[in-house]
């Protein structure tokens, strides 16, 4: 079957859980938010003592574990095993490695009603005729967020915002979970800190909301980003090029500097649609910012032209596949050209009739 996307897997729990899961890639955090979901959707708390189990293929046989699976779970309508290291599987002797193909497929023609099988793997060789087998039977899913485009990271890292404000006993308003996770791009770990940290703000049963997000929450390579904002907007290369040296001596991460910048440039155009009249409150409210940073925002956003922003865009989206994909032989490099470009003031403008 086609490998699942991990909100539709999530989403699909509460409905109806498939008889066997892969968990696929090396997110600690998404394989842990994803078993305890598995969990929570299937075994009640009364009974997880003796109806969830964890294996290793480093301990067990494939073999020993498929029976326990399918054997009724004492005191529960079902049970849950958790199988790590699958990708042992692969490192078998021929003949061993042919069983257990055997085993699986034999499982997966007929699984046992009352269990929900989790396999978990770093990565699989797709050349195997393991893998086949589970891409065609299981529900597979990919728990690393590498391949994933900025916009969807960081809807997805929303979303997992308010499971992690559930753990911590509060709960978190959409906005302020959305503007906490492109605050921190999408940054999962460093999510769960800040929600660790703002529910102990509001208290027990508590709701954040984005003013806590505001008042709370330090990003300083998101906000110090506008700093540099006027420099690209002025097109003072020189300084734009020193402060780059700056937060990246700093420790700043490439990525998360484009990251920022590609914030940054869409707060840009979101402000350029609000009304000539808008002041930095009503600004702070429909761009989801502190009223001051809305402010700046604003006069930033009429000092360039909308083109320019639009081919920021477009650039920063070039420097972040290169930076991404591992093609980055000397990332500073790939910095400096990208402050290069976002202020060039010779860049070519758009033809008649496209916005300006």
């Known amino acids: 079957m086609p490998e699942l996307e991990l909100s539709r897997l999530l989403a699909q729990l509460a409905k109806n859980t498939p008889p066997v899961i892969v968990l696929l890639g090396e997110?600690?955090?998404?394989?842990?938010?994803?078993?305890k979901r598995i969990i929570e959707e299937n075994v009640p708390v009364a009974a997880r003592l003796w109806a969830v189990n964890r294996y290793s293929l480093r301990d067990q046989?494939?073999?020993?574990?498929?029976?326990?699976?399918?054997?009724?779970?004492?005191?529960?309508?079902?049970?849950?095993?958790?199988?790590?290291?699958?990708?042992?599987?692969?490192?078998?002797?021929?003949?061993?490695?042919?069983?257990?193909?055997?085993?699986?497929?034999?499982?997966?023609?007929?699984?046992?009603?009352?269990?929900?099988?989790?396999?978990?793997?770093?990565?699989?060789?797709?050349?195997?005729?393991?893998?086949?087998?589970?891409?065609?039977k299981a529900a597979t899913v990919r728990v690393s967020m590498?391949?994933?485009?900025?916009?969807?990271?960081?809807?997805?890292?929303?979303?997992?915002?308010?499971q992690m404000a559930a753990d911590s006993g509060v709960s978190i308003d959409p906005e302020a979970a959305e503007q906490l996770a492109d605050c921190l791009d999408g940054a999962l770990a460093q999510i769960r800190t800040e929600v660790e940290k703002l529910a102990v703000w509001v208290g027990a049963s508590g709701t954040i909301k984005i003013a806590d997000v505001q008042a709370l929450v330090v990003s300083a390579k998101k906000y110090s980003v506008w700093q540099l904002a006027e420099l690209l907007v002025s097109g003072e290369r020189s300084r734009a090029l020193l402060f780059?040296?700056?937060?990246?001596?700093?420790?700043?991460e490439p990525a998360g500097i484009v990251g920022a910048l590609a914030w940054m440039y869409r707060k840009l155009i979101e402000a350029q649609e609000l009304p000539p009249q808008t002041n930095k409150f009503q600004a702070a409210g429909r761009l989801r910012m502190r009223p001051d940073t809305a402010e700046l925002a604003i006069r930033q956003s009429r000092a360039?032209?909308?083109?320019?922003?639009?081919?920021?865009?477009?650039?920063?989206?070039?420097?972040?596949?290169?930076?991404?994909?591992?093609?980055?032989?000397?990332?500073?490099?790939?910095?400096?050209?990208?402050v290069m470009g976002l202020t060039a003031t010779s860049a070519a403008k758009p033809r008649p009739g496209t916005s300006s």
């Open 27 to 35: 997110d600690s955090y998404l394989r842990d938010a994803c078993r």
């Open 61 to 136: 046989t494939l073999e020993e574990i498929l029976q326990h699976a399918q054997t009724v779970p004492m005191l529960a309508s079902r049970q849950v095993i958790l199988i790590a290291d699958a990708e042992r599987l692969e490192k078998l002797p021929e003949d061993s490695r042919e069983k257990a193909v055997a085993d699986l497929t034999a499982y997966l023609a007929d699984p046992a009603p009352f269990t929900v099988l989790v396999l978990e793997a770093g990565k699989l060789d797709e050349r195997m005729k393991l893998t086949k087998v589970l891409r065609e």
């Open 146 to 162: 590498d391949d994933v485009n900025t916009s969807k990271k960081i809807e997805f890292a929303a979303t997992l915002a308010g």
């Open 244 to 252: 780059l040296d700056s937060v990246l001596r700093d420790g700043e």
């Open 304 to 338: 360039i032209p909308r083109w320019r922003l639009l081919a920021g865009i477009e650039a920063l989206c070039g420097a972040d596949d290169t930076l991404k994909s591992g093609r980055a032989a000397n990332p500073r490099a790939v910095m400096e050209f990208l």
